[in-house]
């Protein structure tokens, strides 16, 4: 999985192409002005795409495409089917954050699907003291797996969530499972912390308000 400052620079191999999406500043979120982040990451999302795009139409497997490319794409694919007149704020998020935790939701699966392997491996092994413990581990990671993938149903481009674009409820889900991810038993990759930390920015703090211009200063007759 590449670091979002690395992934900036992919588009820059290849040229533009007819049918890659035209993602500028003015489709962000203009209640206020983009910031330098919204603005990383209209460039980061059009370069990830075309990537995807060029490595479909050469026939590359899904497999070889990172985690990231292949969600920014699920999601910008999903996105044409909806309207964002009034929900710009929404779709930076669609696009951006929101990609990054679904990496991080699926990072985390695929990483306790391999730690479910070795309990069962263990429990088949181990001798008969320990098997009431490992019994209890297997049915807490059980238990930890279908929390996550219930978060990455709910999470995922399609679900009826996004049909709402209720950013207030969705802060609510992505707190939970940005908690869950914290919290997990087992070591995780660090690029899990990496996604975490772009999606704390993205979705949960909130944005600042522009800083505004001082008055000017006010010339009387008598100073001229």
């Given amino acids: ?14 040229g533009d192409e007819p049918s890659s999406p035209a993602i500028i500043a003015a489709d962000l979120p203009q209640a206020q002005p983009p910031s330098d982040e919204e603005k990383h990451a209209a460039l980061t999302i059009l370069n990830l795409y075309r990537r995807s795009c060029l490595q479909r139409s050469h026939g590359t497997k899904a497999r070889r495409i990172p985690s990231i490319t292949k969600m920014i794409s ?9 309207s ?34 070795h309990l069962k491996k263990r429990l088949l092994e181990d001798r008969h003291e320990n098997l009431d413990g490992l019994t209890n581990r297997m049915n807490e990671h059980v238990k930890l797996m279908k929390s996550l993938m219930h978060l990455q149903k709910t999470l995922e481009p399609a679900s009826d969530l996004h049909r709402r674009y209720d950013i207030a409820g969705l802060r609510g889900t992505v707190r939970e499972t940005v908690e869950l991810l914290q919290a997990l038993p087992f070591p995780t990759p660090d ?26 200063e006010l010339v009387w007759e008598d100073d001229i």
């Avoid at 699920?74 to 909806?82: D, I, L, N, P, Q």
């Avoid at 929900?87 to 479910?116: E, G, M």
């Avoid at 690029?191 to 000017?216: A, C, F, H, M, Y």
């Fill in 84 to 117: 964002w007149d009034n929900n710009r704020r929404y779709r930076f998020i669609f696009l951006w954050p929101l990609p990054h935790l679904l990496v991080c939701l699926d990072v985390a699966l695929s990483t306790a699907s391999s730690q479910k392997k």
């Fill in 191 to 216: 690029e899990i912390q990496k996604n975490l930390d772009i999606v704390v920015k993205g979705i949960l703090t909130p944005r600042q308000p522009p800083k505004s211009l001082p008055n000017p």
């Fill in 74 to 82: 699920a999601c910008w694919e999903v996105s044409h089917k909806m």
């Fill in 1 to 14: 999985m590449r670091d979002p400052d690395e992934t900036a620079e992919l588009g820059d191999d290849f």
